[in-house]
Nanobody, 124 residues
Framework: QVQLVESGGGVVQAGGSLRLSCTSS????????MGWFRQAPGKEREFVAT????????YYKDDVKGRFTISRDNAKDTVYLQMNSLKPEDTAVYYC?????????????????WGKGTLVTVSS
């Protein structure tokens, strides 16, 4: 089992930045690809970014490319999502996720573990 706990959400003005963190406990963090997903009010959960076990490969949703950066620190069992130039449409609950490959995890059905989420609100 893998337990994932997100932190770092909050309220920020459009154009601002936030960094989300997700700490893992349980089975070996470095064995899993990690990712971030989000769910806006009234919408389905969607892929945002994923990163491979050693951080060598990353994948991003098109509309966050150049604004969001996913990274991981295997020594700290933590994955991060740096979010810059935030827009009101980025408002959502952001979920941390773990799976076996970063590319496969871009499909929500291939996620094995989910965190409980952290709310990000971007005001205009």
């Amino acid at each position: 089992q893998v337990q994932l706990v997100e932190s770092g959400g909050g309220v920020v003005q459009a154009g601002g930045s936030l960094r989300l963190s997700c700490t893992s406990s349980g089975r070996a963090f470095s064995a899993y690809a990690m990712g971030w997903f989000r769910q806006a009010p009234g919408k389905e959960r969607e892929f945002v970014a994923t990163i491979s076990t050693r951080g060598g490969s990353t994948y991003y949703k098109d509309d966050v490319k150049g604004r969001f950066t996913i990274s991981r620190d295997n020594a700290k069992d933590t994955v991060y999502l740096q979010m810059n130039s935030l827009k009101p449409e980025d408002t959502a609950v952001y979920y941390c996720a773990a799976g076996y490959t970063a590319q496969a995890m871009t499909n929500l059905g291939r996620v094995d573990y989910w965190g409980k989420g952290t709310l990000v609100t971007v005001s205009s």
